[in-house]
């Protein structure tokens, strides 16, 4: 059985959830085998080797994480002759480093992917998500960005074999170095590109203090608060949690909008989520276009009725 690398994305001791993710694809698709690069592998063997890899190649030399990610280009495409596939997060760093590593393996590089067969032909959403397409790489070892949220996680705990690897790092891959971290305040909620529900706001909010609104439907569902570029611009919400085609990429199992008219470049983020809700006054929106279930109505009195009702579920 061919091996299929995954990426595991990690960041200041936590592994992101989409590794897992990707973790329990690769064992579809043949031998499923972890690429941990920096240090701090110890603190997460226990949780990877739940998803069951049979192997996890370990790159702990810290220099691979001081630099913008040309070193984990190198580590990967050390490891990935005669792989039967490289799996990434469809991130912004995760497709960079898909985009340069296809290059470097001479091979095809498949993005913002949502499904793979165990033929490696993947389901991925193209041209800012107006289009679901099947595609298989027909040259060298497939590389394949798949986005968080997309695969159901399945434990299949086991007892990997760890093997370190040492990569001299080329000069090219020093072009870019990191000089500095900070990190965002994250808060309570979860991640917005990892939460299994996100509840965001538009134009229709009218206001920074009526996201207040928006949140307290997010907190009632455990979930994510995202919002339209119309909203970040007017300074109603931070730009970190705008969704869209130059925001963030979301592919949770319910999103819901309120007060946002369903523009392409909105839906670009969100039109893979599984379940879509709109909440919006104006029945022509173009967001009813493509929901699961849509409410024509105002949000002010549509979204503290169903947090209300949520929480008195609880
Ligand atoms: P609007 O389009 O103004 O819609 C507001 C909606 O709220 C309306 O449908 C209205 O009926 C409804 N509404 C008003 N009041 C209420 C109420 N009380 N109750 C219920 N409904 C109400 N947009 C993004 O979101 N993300 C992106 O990443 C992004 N990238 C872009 C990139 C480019 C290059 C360009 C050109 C545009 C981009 N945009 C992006 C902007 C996008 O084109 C839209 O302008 C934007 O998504 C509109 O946001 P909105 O739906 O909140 O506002």
Redesign the pocket.
């Known amino acids: 059985m061919a091996e299929i690398l995954v990426l595991i994305d990690h960041a200041d001791g936590e592994v992101k959830k989409v590794s897992f993710e990707l973790l329990t694809l690769a064992r579809s698709l043949g031998e499923a085998a972890a690429v941990w690069i920096g240090p701090g592998y110890e603190a997460a063997a226990d949780k990877i080797a739940e998803y069951g890899p049979a192997k996890v190649y370990v790159a702990a030399d810290a220099e691979l994480t001081g630099y913008v990610v040309a070193p984990k280009v190198e580590v990967l495409q050390q490891l990935a002759a005669g792989a039967g596939a490289v799996l990434v997060a469809a991130t912004g760093e995760g497709k960079e480093i898909a985009g340069r590593l296809a290059v470097r393996l001479d091979s095809g590089v498949l993005t913002d992917v949502v499904g793979v067969t165990p033929d490696l032909v993947a389901e991925h959403s193209v041209f800012g998500g107006s289009v679901i397409a099947h595609a298989k790489v027909t040259k060298g070892t497939p590389v394949i960005a798949v986005r968080p949220n997309a695969i159901a996680l399945e434990a299949a705990p086991g007892s990997p074999a760890v093997e370190q690897v040492s990569v001299a790092l080329s000069d090219a891959a020093k072009g870019a170095k990191i000089t500095d971290r900070v990190v965002q305040e994250k808060g309570e909620r979860p991640d917005l590109t990892e939460a299994s529900i996100v509840v965001s706001?538009?134009?229709?909010?009218?206001g920074a203090e009526n996201f207040k609104v928006i949140e307290g439907l997010a907190d009632s569902l455990g979930a994510a608060v995202g919002?339209?570029?119309?909203?970040?611009?007017a300074g109603w919400y931070p730009h970190q949690f705008?969704?869209?085609?130059?925001?963030?990429t979301v592919s949770p199992q319910l999103y819901v909008?309120?007060?946002?008219?369903?523009?392409?470049?909105?839906r670009?983020?969100m039109q893979t989520s599984k379940t879509i809700v709109a909440?919006?006054?104006?029945p022509e929106?173009?967001?009813f276009e493509l929901v699961d279930f849509g409410v024509v109505?105002?949000?002010?009195?549509?979204v503290p009725q169903l947090t209300e009702e949520i929480t008195k579920r609880k």
Do not use: E, M, W, Y
């Not at 706001?201 to 009218?206: D, E, F, K, L, P």
């Not at 109505?297 to 549509?302: A, C, I, K, N």
């Open positions: 706001g538009g134009r229709g909010v009218g919002a339209s570029r119309a909203a970040t611009d705008q969704v869209g085609q130059t925001g963030k909008a309120a007060g946002i008219s369903g523009a392409i470049q909105h670009a983020g909440v919006n006054k104006d929106a173009p967001i109505g105002d949000l002010f009195q549509v």
